[in-house]
Each structure stands twice: as structure tokens, then as C-alpha cells.
């Protein structure tokens, strides 16, 4: 299928961008560009591509009919199927199993946005709690979502446990986090909350753990490295301070505030961050940090931030060459579009 279907990088993200700004001409031209060869309901249909991408495009505009959200359904349907068979195997998962980006914490954001309450979300929400159980890989226990594989998808010796809102369990305590707030639970939801909250405050510096990690009594001080949403501790922090308000536990929800707050006045950090797009440069940071400041109970801590980072964003958008909504102009322009907390950002499960 083409990469139009794409919400993070083809015609839907333009197309989002259209609704957004209520201009349905401009989306109707995208969304016919994205649909012109058909809806992938395969194995590569996620929230960012195919059928579940479509639906949450048109949700925006009240337009996803019953036609979407049943060929919606049919991927949910076979992505749990294949996820119980490899649990009823004792195998580990892959990332595109269960992260944000390809998997069932996409899907579970997206039914999270469906009213009244999609009736395959609790199974959704049960698949991510079982990742809190620990898992036998060779002679050792893992953690319940560690891949055997490395973070690109190629051997790794030990494999990885990734960390990241995108790719990693930030993502499953972001979306369960959320479900929480809304009362949709499942038996375990909230012991799988604080495991992956505990896990992120000893490992969330790197931006996958390693075997050697776990053979340490501390994992290693991590190398300096660019702090985004997608991956480092702006994303991390997100969804520690989403898990925080779920639970009630107000001193995690204030030290997640406060790394947000420490990493965007670091000047060191600042200079790491190199473009404008919402994945990993300032259009990310400026959403997160804005739906950071509406949970925060000091959100004017953050208004310096939220205008540092809008004017640098202004100021460097333009460059970006790619058009579409992760590492493009669309998004980029979605973050300015609009000053308050956005539904659209619900993709990038900040709310």
C-alpha cells in the first residue's frame, strides 16, 4: 500500500492539518489522495498507517463512519489474536507487537478516543498489562517487553528493553495511564502502571536498556543525548506525570514536572535538539510542554518554557522539507495552529 496512508509522514498527517484548521477543502484533497488505492487492514495497519490512521483523521471531523471503525476493529481483532498466540508460546514480543507507533498501544490511543467505550479496548489494555510480568528469555526472567531483537530491528546479543514513548514502555504507561483517567480498567491495570513507572525512574536516563543493565546493581550514568518526545526523558516524563494523576501520587507527578522543567532551561540540552518536528525537535517539546503545564497544579513554572519554545519553533519550521505530520511541516504547523491542549496530540499520547 502507499505511503500516503501514512499519518506520520504522507497524506493523512496533511490532511489532519486541513481539519484542524477547519479547512475540509484542503483536507478532502488530502484524504482523497490517501484513499485512492484502498485502506490497508494488514499486518502493517497501526494508528500510523491504514485503516486505524484513517479513522483518527476523520474522528477529528465527527467523519469516521461505522465502515472505518469496523475495518478498524478487524486489524484490533488480529492483532490480539496474534499477540495471545505468542504469549500462549512463552516468546517474547516484538516492538510492532506492542509500542505506539506500529502496535496495540496505538490501537488501545485510538479506541481510547472512540464514545461510548470500544468494547475491544479492555482487551486492548489487558494485552499491555501482561507486559508487566517478567518473562523467561533463555535462562534468565526479562522484563515482559523485551525484544530479542535490537531497537533497528537486527540482532542484538541480549536484546533490549526500550524506553521511549514511541518505541517503548513509556508508550504502555502513557496509554494505561489515560484509561485510568478516564475509568476504563482492567484487573492488573494499576500494579502495571507503577512496575513501568519504577522501571522508567532506574532506566528512563537511557533510551534503551541493554542486558548488561540489567546485570548491573545501577545501570550506567547514560552519554548526553538529544531529549525529544519520541525518545530521552521530555517523552518519559510525560507519561510518568499522566501515571502520577492516575494514581494520586503527587511527589512523582511533581518530580516529572521538574525533569521536564530541568531538561527545556538546560542550555546544554537545548543545543542538542536540531529541527522543528513533532518526533524529536521543538514542535514536540512545545506540545508535551504544554500538556504538561494544564496537568500541572504550578503550570505558570512552565509559561517561560511555552514561549521559548513557540519562538524557536516560529522561527525555524520553515526548514523542515519533509510535509507530512512526525518529521514534517504538518505537524510542525499543527503545534503552532494550536495554543491550547490539542485532541490531535492524542497520537502522541500527551492527552
Known amino acids: ?25 484542503t483536507a478532502r484533497r488530502h484524504l482523497a489522495r490517501a484513499t485512492v488505492q484502498g485502506v490497508s487492514t494488514g499486518s502493517n495497519a497501526s494508528l500510523f498507517h491504514g485503516a486505524p490512521a484513517l479513522e483518527f483523521v476523520l474522528a477529528r471531523a465527527h467523519g469516521a463512519g461505522d465502515d ?40 488501545a490511543a485510538l479506541l481510547l478516543t ?9 482487551d486492548v489494555l489487558a494485552c499491555l498489562v501482561v507486559l508487566a510480568r517478567p518473562a523467561r528469555g533463555g535462562d534468565r526472567m526479562l522484563p515482559g517487553w523485551w525484544s530479542a531483537v535490537g531497537p533497528d530491528g537486527k540482532e542484538m546479543a541480549g536484546g533490549h528493553g526500550n524506553n521511549g514513548m514511541a518505541h517503548g514502555i513509556a ?3 502513557a496509554v494505561l495511564s489515560l484509561a485510568l483517567r478516564e475509568d476504563v480498567r482492567v484487573p492488573g491495570q494499576e500494579e502495571a502502571v507503577d512496575a513501568f513507572t519504577t522501571w522508567l525512574e532506574q532506566h528512563g536516563a537511557h533510551y534503551w536498556s541493554t542486558a548488561a543493565h540489567l546485570n548491573a546493581d545501577q545501570p550506567p550514568e547514560a552519554e548526553p543525548a538529544r531529549q525529544s518526545w519520541c525518545y530521552g526523558q521530555p517523552g518519559i516524563a510525560r507519561a510518568q506525570q499522566l501515571a502520577a494523576l492516575a494514581l494520586g501520587n503527587s511527589a ?77 511541516r504538518a505537524g510542525a504547523q499543527l503545534a503552532l495552529h494550536d495554543p491550547g491542549i490539542a485532541d490531535w496530540s492524542r497520537a502522541l499520547l500527551l492527552t
Not at 500500500?1 to 477543502?25: V, Y
Not at 496474534?82 to 516484538?94: C, E, I, K, Y
Not at 472512540?114 to 479492555?122: I, K, Q
Open 171 to 173: 508508550g504502555p504507561l
Open 252 to 328: 512523582r507527578r511533581r518530580a516529572a514536572e521538574n525533569s521536564v522543567e530541568t531538561i527545556l532551561t538546560d542550555p546544554q540540552q537545548l543545543a542538542r535538539i536540531t529541527d522543528s518536528t513533532l518526533c524529536h525537535g521543538w514542535a514536540g517539546l512545545l506540545t508535551l510542554t504544554r500538556a504538561v503545564a494544564a496537568d500541572s497544579s504550578e503550570p505558570a513554572r512552565f509559561t517561560p518554557i511555552i514561549q521559548d519554545l513557540h519562538k524557536r519553533l516560529t522561527a525555524d519550521w520553515e526548514h523542515l522539507t519533509k510535509p507530512g505530520f512526525l518529521e514534517g
Open 1 to 25: 500500500m502507499p505511503r500516503t496512508q501514512d499519518l506520520s509522514e504522507g497524506a493523512l498527517g496533511m490532511a489532519l492539518l486541513g481539519i484542524e484548521r477547519r479547512d475540509l477543502i
Open 114 to 122: 472512540r464514545r461510548p467505550v470500544a468494547p475491544r479496548l479492555p
Open 68 to 107: 472505518v471503525r469496523a475495518a478498524v476493529d478487524r486489524v484490533v481483532d488480529a492483532r490480539l489474536a496474534a499477540a495471545h498466540s505468542r504469549q500462549a508460546a512463552g516468546m517474547l514480543p516484538n516492538l510492532a507487537e506492542w509500542d505506539l507507533i506500529r502496535g496495540l498501544t496505538g490501537l
